[in-house]
């Protein structure tokens, strides 16, 4: 059943007040995929009565109060994205398109949802139960951070959102404990997975460098936040603190990741898979085509990219369903009216992390010092596609499903490391579960901007390529390889672009035409690079290019259709005033004199 979002639906669930109300900045979804679905069904499954206002009215308390208060808190989070990517680009232009809203139009979500919505609640309901922050937003907000929209380092968002409780990482164990113990009138300070603001320090935490000396000082940022990142291991993570203006903000040590069981019991809750009906009268939500169809098989990842959030919100550590709950969700979805035929995806941060983690890492906790991809797959972790073979194998034998697609990115360093399955697990998703083209991220070719972005040099993406021709040309096959890149990465010049486009052309044979523009979200090692310049691991400064025009530039020297059309191009070592200004100019690339340079894009 979808969560209640209007007084008539409360009236015909007969509840007269809910213990819990949820505030989102996405149209409301209920699908496996969506956080604050999966949070609003755990509590309604464990008794709770839970309602949802999604993208409520930011100005007039006409949403914000029609379900009333809640018996025991509010929850509010800025929906599946950060507001603030969602909403802007790194440059601060606005976004016209959302696809979690319906209608497809992003007009609904304010920037710093989270902050707004918080406030609204003060505002319309005075001395009322706890505001408890939850979701992407605020979990990679949850301490001091770099944000790149007010070029400043801010304070934790539970701070400037004068909210009660944080709730980070996914927060299924830490919502429910917190839910139980409002209920019976206890204390929560020692729940894991938690932050709350206090007038004095915990004993038994570790301090982290005050918001100010971080603010004021990039080494003292840097400092924090490596003490940070190497404390979020659930096994070997201290409880950290650090002060905060006049108050101290208590960040408790993370929640423990769930077993296979719990797994099972959260994704094998009846999810409507669809759009309320009420927000459906707004038009389509564009993530539902490829959410709607697809199964999430685990979470977590230890692949560690520097740019990705993952790590500090879902953890190292991956968990992984069982094999019967995810067969028995493919039968349901298989059952669905106006089901194709088609799983659109089986998969999760990284498709083919299923069933493979360390033994180590399971009995002691990840390694504080090293890196289980990188920069080579790390002998303990064994990979073993076995079970995901198995699982494929099932999958497609299961009635009324003619394919499932592996559309989540493969990690190829993974494949090639697992000397028993990985050539087997490749043939099986080449032969059976592509749509025709496969996803990989070399996201580079260069090896300093590759260091830069903590992925593994191009030796294992060409030994990759070649094993993925040989087994389409030996399943008869006409499919492809898709790449994602990324431009204007810390630590990468125009040069490394260039060296780029001519790898992707020589060794790849493409010519990419969407390349990711790097974006500092919160709370990653690339974004403490973008904000220090500096790598934070060997000290040294680093080239980074924050104009828009710079940016721009490395993303068109790649994605340009003509040599001519880029700029700086080899093969033309002259440099033009234009060029040491950083301006992007249609430039003749001859290894003659230029003719002439055509006007500013
Ligand atoms: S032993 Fe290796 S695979 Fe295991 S947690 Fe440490 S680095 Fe990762």
């Known amino acids: 059943m979808f969560l209640p979002t209007t007084p008539e639906e409360l009236r015909d669930l007969g509840w007269s007040q809910l213990d819990v109300i949820l505030i989102t900045g996405d149209s409301y979804v209920d699908s496996p995929f969506v956080g604050v679905s999966v949070i609003g069904q755990w509590l309604l499954k464990a008794g709770y009565r839970v309602g949802i206002i999604a993208q409520p009215d930011a100005v007039s308390g006409r949403d914000i109060t029609r379900l009333g208060e809640p018996a025991l808190f509010w929850g509010v989070t800025g929906g599946c994205i950060d507001s603030m990517v969602a909403n802007r680009t790194a440059s601060g232009k606005r976004r016209r398109e959302d696809d979690f809203t319906a209608g497809g139009i992003n007009l609904r979500r304010?920037?710093?949802?989270?902050?707004?919505?918080?406030n609204m609640i003060r505002r319309w309901f005075k001395e009322t139960k706890p505001i408890i922050l939850g979701g992407v937003e605020a979990s990679l907000r949850?301490?001091?951070?770099y944000d790149v929209w007010s070029q400043?380092?801010?304070r934790s968002i539970l701070i400037d959102a004068k909210a009660d409780l944080l709730v980070y990482g996914m927060g299924e164990k830490t919502v429910l404990e917190l839910a139980a113990r409002l209920k019976e009138g206890q204390a929560v300070s020692d729940l894991r997975g938690l932050c709350y603001a206090a007038a004095e320090k915990k004993s038994e935490t570790r301090e982290l460098p005050s918001y100010e000396e971080a603010a004021a000082d990039p080494a003292a940022f840097t400092e924090m936040f490596l003490g940070f990142y190497r404390n979020q291991d659930s096994l070997t993570a201290k409880g950290l603190c650090q002060r905060q203006d006049s108050r101290w903000l208590i960040h408790n040590p993370p929640q423990f990741p769930l077993t296979e069981t719990e797994m099972d019991a959260i994704y094998g809750m009846d999810f409507e898979r669809n759009l309320h009906p009420h927000d459906a009268l707004s038009g389509k939500v564009r993530a539902l085509e490829?959410?709607?169809f697809s199964i999430p098989t685990h979470r977590g990842c230890y692949g560690e990219c520097h740019f990705c959030a993952i790590a500090v919100h879902e953890g190292r550590t991956v968990s992984s369903r069982s094999e019967t709950s995810i067969l028995r969700e493919a039968e349901r979805l298989a059952s669905l009216p106006d089901f194709k035929g088609y799983i659109l995806d089986v998969g999760g941060p990284t498709a083919n992390m299923y069933g493979i983690e360390c033994k180590n890492k399971l009995l002691r906790g990840a390694c504080p010092e090293r890196r289980c991809l990188f920069p080579t797959v790390c002998a303990s972790l064994r990979p073993d596609h076995g079970r995901q073979i198995s699982l494929l194998k099932k999958l497609r034998r299961i009635d009324g499903v003619k394919q499932a697609i592996v559309a989540s990115g493969i990690r190829y360093d993974l494949v090639l490391a697992d000397r028993k399955h990985g050539k087997s697990y490749l043939r099986e998703v080449i032969r059976h579960h592509t749509s025709g083209q496969m996803k990989i991220a070399p996201e580079h070719s260069e090896e300093r901007v590759l260091e830069c972005m903590g992925k593994q040099c191009r030796d294992s993406l060409l030994a990759f390529r070649d094993l993925f021709r040989l087994l389409t040309t030996e399943a008869g096959k006409e499919q492809f390889l898709t790449y994602y890149l990324?431009?204007?990465?810390?630590?990468?010049?125009?040069?490394d672009m260039e060296a780029l486009r001519r790898f992707a052309s020589r060794e790849l044979a493409i010519h990419p035409e969407q390349v990711q523009l790097f974006t500092p979200a919160p709370s990653t090692i690339s974004t403490l690079m973008y904000h220090t310049e500096r790598d934070p691991f060997r000290g040294r400064k680093l080239f980074v290019d924050k104009t828009a025009s710079g940016r721009e530039l490395q993303k068109k020297i790649l994605v340009a259709k003509k040599a001519h059309l880029r700029y700086g191009i080899c093969g033309n070592t002259q440099?033009?005033?234009k060029e040491e200004e950083g301006s992007w100019v249609r430039i003749k690339t001859s290894k003659k004199k230029p003719r002439r340079n055509l006007p500013k894009h």
């Open 110 to 118: 304010p920037d710093r949802a989270v902050i707004i919505y918080a």
């Open 142 to 145: 949850r301490i001091a951070h």
């Open 152 to 154: 400043s380092v801010r």
């Open 290 to 292: 490829t959410i709607r």
């Open 486 to 495: 990324i431009a204007a990465h810390p630590g990468c010049t125009k040069e």
């Open 575 to 577: 440099t033009t005033k």
